[in-house]
């Protein structure tokens, strides 16, 4: 409609049937001056000097408005944290680890002919050939070792700056042939000097056949054989201090290095469920109660400077497992690929570990390796997640057929077995074997299993490898943390996400200085807090509700006033400057002209 | 091992100390070991007067105190336990609802109608074992958990606008009880799925495999509750024992299910169902870890009374508790036994429970009890001694006017009759109400009508305790006892109260639907829903019939209140803003234009124009702008055709347009 009233003014003389006027024929009143192309004053710049300054306090004022439409940001210490998560990422934490070897002979009377320097210079060649081959693992201390020995014999020959003092151990007092009574005798001299030091005893003698090492359960290992070189002696302790006390006896590629199965707070709930397929054949119980005071609280307050963890259990019923599996007649049982695993059981919940009772239909189940064998544990892992196993009853026949069933209880003896395959799967969780035996280059060592579940020495690894998994983590949360706020510039950043952060900067600081120091307990803590800091800043509710307010929404409330007026400006500012170039040129062409003619 | 003797014996002594110390231990693990987690299942089916058929799931489950803190169970659901542990719950009720309790038909007198009928959509209370500046913050935080838990919105419970805190009205609990409803929660199968996996058996056998999805959804009432109830056992109240019911009821409607039988005779006949009618489903057996399972037909008085008039029929039946073929109702399966209620107070008769057993059933062998009509059947149920609505008065968007009103059912004579015949007998009725922020009650506006006539508030009034509510922070809280005079035939309350305006952000979505008003619980603290059973040893087996055995007030709750309120157009901040800013901009342009115009050199021009242009366009100009301003038109010289032309072409002009708009209004508009 605007249109069509703006246009009916001009239409008149358009439709008017008379021809157009004739243009004005004007003549110039003198040949020099042309109006219309010359002027004999100074143009103004009194309106020019007005648009302009128009135009200058607009531009003056937008960052004015700018700053009067931002949103508040804490100020986020972005250089730290780039320093911080460098400063990890390039530089690897460094343990200080303390190794010593201590060499006796089993009569006491007799000297070792080893020499000291030569055996040291060997053993650092091997470390650092070990380590070399390795690809660098975050939480080993095999950059930053020190290295003492001792002759323990008459003579008593030590490496300075060693720890043990000559005679606290004597090689008669120990029967070889009893690991455990061997290790706990060691452990009642203090080997490890308030957790410090890893020790082997190497003893020359004894009464064993070839060669026999043992790792125990806490931080030494032994090795009983009888003439040996050097160069043997030199390979195996290095061997026994890389591979086992300072890598966990863990071989490459098992599980994801960094990968800890701890919550981002520190805490790890572990559900244990009973799952009764069909109750109708049969239902069983189990005294949970029991398992976790004997079994589970001693590896948990053991486990305590990782990880905070809890326990909880259920029974669940009616949870068939939702795929099939298809009977053997030679082995007479129903056979499970571990194809079909990923099918196993949808759970009502999720789990953390299973024990499956079959139904009277499937029963004994039993679950097959790819290879064809049938699996030894009737269990299986799923990382990150937990595991299941599979528990036949003794008898598969149903109760009875008319009656109902009755509560049966799993045996102690049962349930004690199912708790190991539990523990074995929780240690290799954590990325460390189960097996009784690791086997090296030069031969088998025999590894003591700890009733606690963890030996203090895979303890160490596991502290050591979680300081430097959470320092990561925190770093690499900070660092994305402080891309996504400066790639949005219209979130808010309240108070307390800048306070996270820096007290998460802070206890990375700490965490990273307590390990250079080697307190390996004191700076799990501090990590475990650098991380939880880092992901509660990140995780902060306030961060996505108010990303919404976007620039877009500022630009529509603002655009209606300044568009238009922005309109008016600028054009005005243009004709204006226009106009005095215009206004210029006639001046200057008369000016020229009157030059010509004067 | 060179110890003095003294030693020795002091060793022994320890030793035998510890043994004892540890039997003991010993003999109380086996103690608490004896009382084990449990859970029974039940179903109570009930003809209602009005052709329908009431279905109430009882699911029970019980954890003992155990010393394991909570952390290990057998039966019990994880996650209610964690829920109880964490906030110290020491009471809670939340129930979905669909659909209104008809109190007239479906009775408002008995356990059913005054425990789990319940106000349409999600209700929650709970009472905290925590001190009490805790108590809110708890609330808020299982506020989170159970609408993660039910997939429902039952989060929005937590704001402090949405809930109240009762102190006395709706249950005796001092400061620890929160209150909220969430009046428009829709509630569906994503409620119920939740739910059932609370149960042992989930819904894989037993009774709650009756629970087919579409007949449950198709109901003309269902509503599903959890209660919970935790007793510490200790005095630390660390090891709690809980009690979990879950109870289910529905009102179906059985004619519904069969179309072919419409005979003329069945017209009057109440129609006749059987399990797998109503449901689609049979009974399978029962759940395995169920210690009981059962289904029971309820009879009420009302029926039973009916059914003793009606020729002796009923009487003979019910006398010899034997099945002759001349009884009005045919059972399609023989009951395992019947219960008479043992009628104390009331004269109007006891009502009957069939009980069947699931145990028997199996697979092969199905439970699915029917329940066929022979002779035509008219009953009514037992009523609230006042039957309670509540409406809005008033119009428009300004303000309005709640009303209760409250009118007495024929109850009311013979039972306060009976209850006390002078005149001084007294009626107390409990009301309890909580209304939003954004209706600003005048609680001074009250006003009290007693048999139509005005009256007095403070002669009515026992007790009152009135909660103003502040804008944007807390509702508003009604609880008050009424003392009502017996031979009361009706009785109203009205409160005004203004509408309130809600800041833009405030508005729900689809705001123009109106707002909700939650329901109001009356109760009758006089009068107690029970039924009571002859006392033996498989009653106590029951929790279902242990419960109705208790003695709970008469509750019921009345309607939803839908309060319009005045809606803003919700683009108008964004009109207002455009707006301003373009009155701003013309200001701000016509000033610049203003000061940078050449007045001197515009005239200069239009002077040097005018001399050129001799011709008719001025001539034109000159003539519109007069003919605009009404003036007579000076110089007539000019040929009038010219003008007629163009009034006629501008004429053309203004008729196309209108033509196009009303084109525009009649084809787009």
């Known amino acids: 409609m605007a249109e069509e009233i703006s246009e009916s003014p001009s239409h008149p003389p358009e439709t008017s049937a008379t021809p157009p006027p004739a243009p004005p024929q004007q003549q110039p009143e003198s040949e020099i001056f042309d109006p219309k192309t010359m002027r004999k004053t100074k143009p103004g710049l009194k309106r020019l000097f007005l648009t302009f300054s128009v135009l200058l306090s607009f531009l003056v004022g937008f960052p004015f408005l700018f700053k009067s439409v931002e949103i508040y940001r804490s100020p986020l210490p972005f ?104 290790d706990e005798a060691l452990k009642s001299v203090d080997l490890d000097f308030g957790g410090k030091v890893y020790s082997v005893v190497v003893v020359n003698g004894g009464d064993v056949d070839g060669v026999k090492a043992v790792v125990g359960k806490y931080r030494h290992g032994w090795i009983v054989g009888r003439d040996w070189g050097v160069g043997e002696v030199g390979e195996r302790l290095a061997e026994t201090f890389v591979k086992v006390f300072l890598n966990g006896g863990r ?15 520190g805490r790890i709930v572990l559900s244990f469920n009973l ?99 049938i699996s030894k544990t009737n269990a299986f892992i799923s990382p990150m997640w937990g595991g299941v196993m599979v528990w036949n009853p ?192 006639k001046y200057l062409l008369w000016k020229a002209k009157e030059k010509v003619t004067s | 091992m ?221 509503s599903q509750q959890l209660h919970l109830t935790s007793k510490p056992s200790d005095l630390e109240g660390l090891n709690l024992g809980i009690v979990l019911e879950q109870t289910l009821t529905v009102v179906l409607d059985p004619s519904s299910q069969r179309t072919s039988l419409t005979h003329i005779s069945e017209s009057y006949l109440q129609p006749s169902w059987s399990l797998s009618s109503i449901f689609g489903r049979k009974v399978n057996g029962k759940c395995v870890l169920a210690k009981s399972s059962n289904v029971y037909l309820q009879l009420e008085r009302g029926l039973v009374a009916e059914l003793k008039k009606n020729e002796n029929y009923g009487a003979d039946y019910i006398a010899s508790e034997g099945f002759d073929g001349e009884t009005s109702f045919e059972l399609s399966v023989n009951p395992d036994r019947v219960l008479k209620e043992e009628n104390s107070r009331h004269g109007i008769g006891s009502s009957f429970l069939y009980e069947f057993s699931v145990e028997k059933y199996s697979n092969s062998k199905p439970f699915d009890l029917g329940l066929t009509w022979k002779f035509p059947v008219i009953w009514s149920c037992q009523q609230a001694p006042l039957h309670s609505s509540r409406f809005l008065m008033g119009s428009g968007n300004e303000n309005g006017a709640i009303a209760i009103s409250l009118k007495s059912t024929d109850l009311n004579d013979s039972s306060l009759g009976a209850n006390g015949a002078s005149d001084g007998c007294e009626l107390h009725v409990n009301i309890f109400q909580v209304v939003p922020w954004y209706t600003r009650v005048y609680y001074h506006s009250l006003q009290l009508f007693v048999d139509d006539q005005p009256k007095a508030v403070g002669d009515f009034v026992e007790k009152m305790h009135v909660l103003p509510s502040k804008d944007k922070i807390s509702p508003g809280m009604m609880e008050m006892v009424l003392k009502l005079p017996c031979g009361v035939k009706s009785a109203a309350l009205t409160l005004e109260f203004d509408k309130g305006f809600l800041h833009i952000d405030e508005y729900p979505p689809d705001a123009n639907q109106g707002f909700d008003i939650p329901s109001a619980a009356i109760s009758f603290p006089d009068f107690h829903a029970s039924m009571l059973f002859p006392r033996n040893d498989s009653l106590k087996k029951s929790p279902m019939l242990s419960k109705f055995q208790e003695k709970s007030h008469v509750l019921s709750y009345t309607e939803v209140l839908l309060v319009p309120l005045t809606t803003p157009d919700f683009s108008m901040p964004y009109n207002v803003i455009t707006i301003t800013c373009t009155v701003f901009a013309l200001y701000f342009g016509s000033l610049l234009n203003v000061l ?25 100009l000159s003539r519109l702008s007069a003919k605009l301003s009404g003036r007579s038109q000076e110089p007539a010289q000019s040929p009038s055709n010219s003008s007629s032309l163009i009034n006629s072409k501008l004429l053309l002009k203004v008729l196309l347009v209108v033509a196009f708009a009303v084109a525009w209004q009649y084809y787009f508009i």
């Open chain 1, 275 to 373: 799952l009764n397929a069909d109750p109708s054949d049969w239902i069983y119980d189990w005294d949970f109660q029991k398992i976790d005071e004997t079994l589970l609280t001693p590896m948990l307050e053991a486990l305590g400077p990782i990880a905070n963890i809890s326990v909880e259990s259920q029974v669940l019923y009616h949870t068939p497992k939702s795929s099939f599996s298809s009977w053997d007649e030679k082995l007479g049982s129903y056979i499970f690929s571990t194809k079909d695993l990923p099918f196993f059981v949808s759970f009502p919940q999720v789990p953390d570990y299973a024990l499956y009772v079959p139904s009277a239909k499937e029963c004994p189940l039993l679950l097959q390796l790819p290879n064809g064998e």
């Open chain 2, 596 to 620: 940078r115009r050449r007045v001197g050199e515009e005239e200069r021009l239009l002077k040097r124009k005018a001399a050129g242009k001799t011709g008719r366009l001025s001539e034109l």
């Open chain 1, 394 to 585: 003794q008898s598969c026949s149903r109760d009875s057929d008319s009656g109902l069933p009755v509560r049966h209880l799993i045996s102690p003896e049962d349930l004690q077995m199912v708790f190991e395959v539990f523990v074995g799967q929780f240690r290799q969780l954590f990325g460390i074997k189960s097996d009784s035996l690791y086997v090296g280059a030069l031969g088998t060592y025999s590894l003591l299993a700890s009733e606690k579940g963890f030996t203090e020495w895979e303890l160490d690894v596991l502290s050591r490898q979680h300081t430097c998994f959470n320092l990561h983590s925190s770093s690499t949360t900070l660092g994305s943390l402080s891309r996504l706020v400066q790639s949005l510039p219209r979130m808010i950043i309240t108070d307390e996400i800048g306070k996270q952060v820096k007290f998460s900067l802070e206890a990375a600081k700490l965490a990273l200085r307590n390990a250079s120091l080697g307190v390996y307990d004191a700076s799990a803590v501090s990590s475990r807090q650098a991380r939880s800091l880092a992901e509660d800043a990140f995780f902060h509710p306030s961060i996505m509700s108010v990303s919404y307010y976007s620039f877009e929404h500022c630009f529509a409330v603002y655009s209606p006033f300044f568009l238009p007026v922005s309109m008016h400006v600028l054009l005005a500012a243009l004709r204006e400057w226009r106009r005095y170039k215009q206004e210029k040129a």
């Open chain 2, 2 to 222: 060179a110890l003095p003797p003294r030693w020795t014996f002091l060793l022994h002594l320890l030793a035998i100390l510890l043994l004892l110390s540890s039997t003991k231990t010993f003999g109380s693990a086996t103690d608490t070991e004896a009382e084990e987690e449990e859970f029974h299942e039940e179903l109570l089916l009930k003809p209602l007067p009005d052709r329908k058929v009431l279905a109430h799931f009882y699911f029970e489950t019980g954890a003992p105190p155990s010393n394991s803190n909570g952390h290990h169970h057998h039966l019990f659901p994880k996650a209610i336990s964690q829920l109880v542990q964490k906030f110290q719950i020491k009471e809670m009720e939340l129930s979905f609802t669909q659909g209104r309790w008809n109190y007239e038909r479906w009775g408002g007198f008995d356990t059913i109608s005054s425990n789990y009928a319940k106000p349409p959509g999600v209700e929650l209370w709970a009472v905290f074992d925590v001190p009490k500046e805790q108590v809110d913050a708890s609330w808020k935080n299982l506020t989170h958990t159970l609408s993660g838990l039910f997939c429902a919105s039952i989060n929005f419970l937590e704001s402090s606008t949405m809930y109240s805190a009762p102190d006395w009205s709706f249950r005796q609990a001092s400061g620890s009880l929160r209150y909220g409803t969430l009046p428009r929660e829709a509630v569906c199968t994503e409620n119920l799925t939740p739910w059932l996996k609370l149960l042992p058996c989930r819904d894989k056998a037993g009774l709650s495999a009756l629970l087919d999805r579409p007949s449950i959804y198709r109901s003309f009432y269902h």
């Open chain 1, 79 to 182: 250089g730290d944290i780039d320093n911080v998560s460098s400063d990890i990422i390039s530089n690897p934490l460094l343990f200080p680890c303390h190794l010593q070897a201590i060499f006796l002979h089993s009569n006491p009377k007799s000297s070792i002919n080893l020499n000291l320097e030569e055996l040291e210079l060997s053993i650092r060649s091997k470390i650092t050939k070990f380590t070399s081959e390795a690809p660098p693992q975050c939480g080993a201390c095999t950059d930053n070792f020190t290295l003492s020995l001792t002759l323990d014999d008459r003579d008593c020959s030590q490496s300075p700056s060693s720890f043990y003092k000559c005679g606290t151990i004597r090689a008669v007092d120990l029967d070889f042939s009893d690991d455990e009574s061997v």
């Open chain 1, 251 to 265: 071989e490459e590629g098992l599980i994801h290095g960094e990968f800890m199965p701890v919550g981002a707070d």
